[in-house]
T-cell receptor, first 115, second 117 residues
Framework: AQKITQTQPGMFVQEKEAVTLDCTYD???????LFWYKQPSSGEMIFLIYQGSYDQQNATEGRYSLNFQKARKSANLVISASQLGDSAMYFC????????????FGQGTELSVKP | GAVVSQHPSWVICKSGTSVKIECRSLDFQATTMFWYRQFPKQSLMLMAT?????????EQGVEKDKFLINHASLTLSTLTVTSAHPEDSSFYIC?????????????FGPGTRLLVL
């Protein structure tokens, strides 16, 4: 069963607008972590934001925020004020159990920012 | 943030040869590192968990005799693709986590692109 699902293979957004990238997950472990990474064409994985399952507040990092809805098992990434440099692949990932454990990745969403 | 390096960044080899990829954590100690493989237009798939001083744990379907992992120190893990074939051509990327980080983060190396001719 797919544990991390990203249902948007590709997304377009106008420069300076906000965009939401969807991510749903499935786990029975009460302790887990959710990550978002950006992967430009160079291939490097750039860490964007992290949300722990016990965190009460939604995580925010600059223009990135994570809309964490635990009951719905969703962890959507919101990018505000999109920039041309935001065009890349975006991956949602989940870590089950103890901190520092392996990550399971979603299929990814390719974001294209239009000028 | 913490830095993870990989070497080489690119490698082209003939079918049947072995290729070693190094993954180093430059400013933190990693008792555990992870090796992923990514085919074009696909997601990252975990291959194995590299444990310092002990045997690696391989994911289902990954041949342990083909993908040899050695984690000899807290800062170095190596992946050796033995008797490489064209179907092994892929992007290999490692990651490690820092127990000292205030916030949990897994840091990825820049990746190694392998092309087997």
């Amino acid at each position: 069963a797919q544990k991390i699902t990203q249902t948007q293979p590709g997304m377009f957004v106008q420069e300076k607008e906000a965009v939401t990238l969807d991510c749903t997950y499935d786990t029975s472990d009460p302790s887990y972590g959710l990550f978002w990474y950006k992967q430009p064409s160079s291939g490097e994985m750039i860490f964007l934001i992290y949300q722990g399952s016990y965190d009460q507040q939604n995580a925010t990092e600059g223009r990135y925020s994570l809309n964490f809805q635990k009951a719905r098992k969703s962890a959507n990434l919101v990018i505000s004020a999109s920039q041309l440099g935001d065009s890349a692949m975006y991956f949602c990932a989940m870590r089950e159990g103890r901190q520092g454990g392996k990550l399971i990745f979603g299929q990814g969403t390719e974001l294209s920012v239009k000028p | 943030g913490a830095v993870v390096s990989q070497h080489p960044s690119w490698v082209i080899c003939k079918s049947g040869t072995s290729v070693k990829i190094e993954c180093r954590s430059l400013d933190f100690q990693a008792t555990t590192m992870f090796w992923y493989r990514q085919f074009p237009k696909q997601s990252l798939m975990l291959m194995a968990t590299s444990n310092e001083g002990s045997k690696a744990t391989y994911e289902q379907g990954v041949e342990k005799d083909k993908f040899l992992i050695n984690h000899a120190s807290l800062t170095l893990s190596t992946l050796t693709v033995t008797s490489a074939h064209p179907e092994d051509s892929s992007f290999y990327i490692c990651s490690g986590g820092s127990s000292l980080a205030a916030q949990e983060t897994q840091y990825f190396g820049p990746g190694t692109r392998l092309l087997v001719l």
